[in-house]
């Protein structure tokens, strides 16, 4: 019965995904949605819904030249990818006060495979909760900061609701054809604060909720959500000042610290991305590739994936044979799941490069840049695409899809193919050096 569920949630979320972006390409192609010179193909209306419903963020046709219905259109798609399709019915089902069946609760529950079952439904009135708050928040700082900078009222109330809700859902799409860059600091770090606010994930913010309400231990996961958001944070505004500092190409610190922000999945940028040495875009590069937590609106192989992998290494060099953190012992399963969920971008990462090097005129830097970025729904551009092909733009859509639901859905997939044998066979060793 619950492996029946499982199947059941991963069809229904893959589908819901599917459904909602071929109704936002429907849309985008109206007429009135639309005014450029030339009319809007339908390859650039798929890539446009594709890229907004995974919160994207990359465009093959420049966002400005969407009519104000077009742009309400790709604001409601980044708000539904943003939440996730499940949990977004789930808070319509409470509004509308109607109670979760049991196989309604166990199917959400599935995002997670190690959160409780009764926890489903005040979790998911909390995910609402804190979405509003966020974005609302975001809104009355960005607003007034529009305004100020000698914007029309009108047009400074439809930016900041965009870009608030842009940012939180890590959309990476403002109304500006330089993203940040130039944008005022209370702009800057509103939008920083508002894409680390939904990198944390809502298991994070209801574990560290019901931490503060009825005082207990956090869980391991939030300590080690906590600790690498910290990390990564610091550690990549440092090395980012630095590497650039020491190439003769120098950034200040805001700058610094919000591209270490948006490398995780979220893909706007405050600097010239052709001012970024190799080094900063390398590591940009693993930026991406680390994303953010689970639960959250980034993508990437998640800083869980990345800390199970680096605490199994660790633990290894010490000699010791189980995988250890903050004294608790985390099962080989887990450890095994994320492993493979690294292999698996790695792999995808690598055919795509090579994918996308033989269907555009293009460098390898570019191919791979683009690549990771389209698999991690980070949005960011090393420059601006030329010359895609409809070939390389349908290979982008799978790759940001994939990044979206693909892995996710991989996940569970894993979940439901596990299997416990009864039969105890001989261990061997096999030489690994």
């Given at each position: 019965?619950?492996?029946?569920?499982i199947k059941k949630s991963?069809?229904?979320?893959?589908?819901?995904?599917?459904?909602?972006?071929?109704?936002?390409?429907?849309?985008?192609?109206?007429?009135?949605?639309?005014?450029?010179?030339?009319?809007?193909?339908?390859?650039?209306?798929?890539?446009?819904?594709?890229?907004?419903?995974?919160?994207?963020?990359?465009?093959?046709?420049?966002?400005?030249?969407?009519?104000?219905?077009?742009?309400?259109?790709?604001?409601?798609?980044?708000?539904?990818?943003?939440?996730?399709?499940?949990?977004?019915?789930?808070?319509?089902?409470?509004?509308?006060?109607?109670?979760?069946?049991?196989?309604?609760?166990?199917?959400?529950?599935?995002?997670?495979?190690?959160?409780?079952?009764?926890?489903?439904?005040?979790?998911?009135?909390?995910?609402?909760?804190?979405?509003?708050?966020?974005?609302?928040?975001?809104?009355?700082?960005?607003?007034?900061?529009?305004?100020?900078?000698?914007?029309?009222?009108?047009?400074?109330?439809?930016?900041?609701?965009?870009?608030?809700?842009?940012?939180?859902?890590?959309?990476?799409?403002?109304?500006?054809?330089?993203?940040?860059?130039?944008?005022?600091?209370?702009?800057?770090?509103?939008?920083?604060?508002?894409?680390?606010?939904?990198?944390?994930?809502?298991?994070?913010?209801?574990?560290?909720?019901?931490?503060?309400?009825?005082?207990?231990?956090?869980?391991?996961?939030?300590h080690i959500v906590l600790?690498?958001?910290?990390?990564?944070?610091?550690?990549?505004?440092?090395?980012?000042?630095?590497?650039?500092?020491?190439?003769?190409?120098?950034?200040?610190?805001?700058?610094?610290?919000?591209?270490?922000?948006?490398?995780?999945?979220?893909?706007?940028?405050?600097?010239?991305?052709?001012?970024?040495?190799?080094?900063?875009?390398?590591?940009?590069?693993?930026?991406?590739?680390?994303?953010?937590?689970?639960?959250?609106?980034?993508?990437?192989?998640?800083?869980?994936?990345?800390?199970?992998?680096?605490?199994?290494?660790?633990?290894?060099?010490?000699?010791?044979?189980?995988?250890?953190?903050?004294?608790?012992?985390?099962?080989?399963?887990?450890?095994?799941?994320?492993?493979?969920?690294?292999?698996?971008?790695?792999?995808?990462?690598?055919?795509?490069?090579?994918?996308?090097?033989?269907?555009?005129?293009?460098?390898?830097?570019?191919?791979?840049?683009?690549?990771?970025?389209?698999?991690?729904?980070?949005?960011?551009?090393?420059?601006?695409?030329?010359?895609?092909?409809t070939e390389a733009k349908?290979?982008?859509?799978?790759?940001?899809?994939?990044?979206?639901?693909?892995?996710?859905?991989?996940?569970?997939?894993?979940?439901?193919?596990?299997?416990?044998?009864?039969?105890?066979?001989?261990?061997?060793?096999?030489?690994?050096?």
């Amino acid at each position: 019965m619950a492996i029946s569920l499982i199947k059941k949630s991963q069809l229904y979320f893959i589908f819901s995904f599917l459904l909602t972006i071929a109704c936002g390409a429907a849309l985008l192609k109206l007429p009135f949605m639309w005014r450029g010179d030339h009319p809007l193909a339908w390859i650039d209306a798929l890539f446009t819904a594709t890229t907004t419903v995974t919160t994207t963020g990359l465009m093959t046709v420049p966002f400005t030249q969407f009519s104000f219905f077009g742009q309400a259109v790709i604001l409601m798609l980044i708000q539904v990818g943003g939440i996730g399709i499940m949990w977004l019915s789930a808070s319509i089902m409470l509004m509308l006060s109607k109670k979760f069946s049991y196989t309604d609760t166990l199917m959400l529950s599935n995002i997670s495979d190690n959160f409780a079952v009764t926890r489903t439904e005040g979790m998911t009135r909390f995910i609402l909760i804190y979405t509003l708050c966020c974005e609302g928040a975001g809104f009355l700082l960005l607003f007034p900061a529009f305004l100020f900078g000698s914007t029309p009222v009108p047009e400074a109330l439809w930016q900041a609701v965009f870009l608030a809700v842009s940012g939180f859902c890590h959309a990476g799409i403002s109304h500006f054809p330089a993203s940040m860059i130039g944008m005022g600091l209370i702009i800057k770090l509103t939008v920083a604060g508002l894409i680390i606010a939904g990198s944390l994930g809502f298991y994070f913010i209801y574990d560290l909720y019901l931490h503060y309400r009825r005082p207990a231990r956090l869980s391991v996961q939030s300590h080690i959500v906590l600790f690498a958001t910290c990390l990564l944070l610091i550690g990549g505004t440092l090395l980012i000042w630095c590497i650039q500092h020491l190439a003769g190409q120098p950034v200040n610190w805001v700058d610094a610290f919000f591209q270490s922000a948006s490398a995780r999945s979220a893909g706007f940028t405050s600097v010239n991305m052709d001012t970024m040495t190799g080094g900063s875009v390398a590591l940009l590069i693993v930026l991406m590739l680390i994303g953010t937590a689970p639960g959250s609106t980034g993508g990437g192989v998640r800083v869980t994936s990345v800390a199970l992998a680096a605490a199994a290494v660790f633990n290894t060099f010490q000699g010791n044979p189980r995988v250890l953190i903050r004294h608790r012992e985390i099962p080989l399963s887990n450890v095994m799941k994320a492993f493979v969920l690294i292999l698996t971008m790695i792999t995808l990462i690598a055919v795509g490069t090579v994918l996308i090097q033989s269907l555009t005129r293009c460098d390898s830097e570019w191919a791979f840049f683009q690549t990771v970025s389209a698999l991690t729904t980070t949005g960011m551009e090393l420059r601006p695409p030329q010359d895609l092909t409809t070939e390389a733009k349908v290979l982008l859509i799978t790759y940001m899809f994939i990044g979206r639901v693909g892995l996710f859905t991989f996940f569970l997939f894993l979940l439901d193919r596990e299997r416990r044998s009864r039969l105890i066979y001989p261990k061997e060793l096999i030489v690994v050096n």
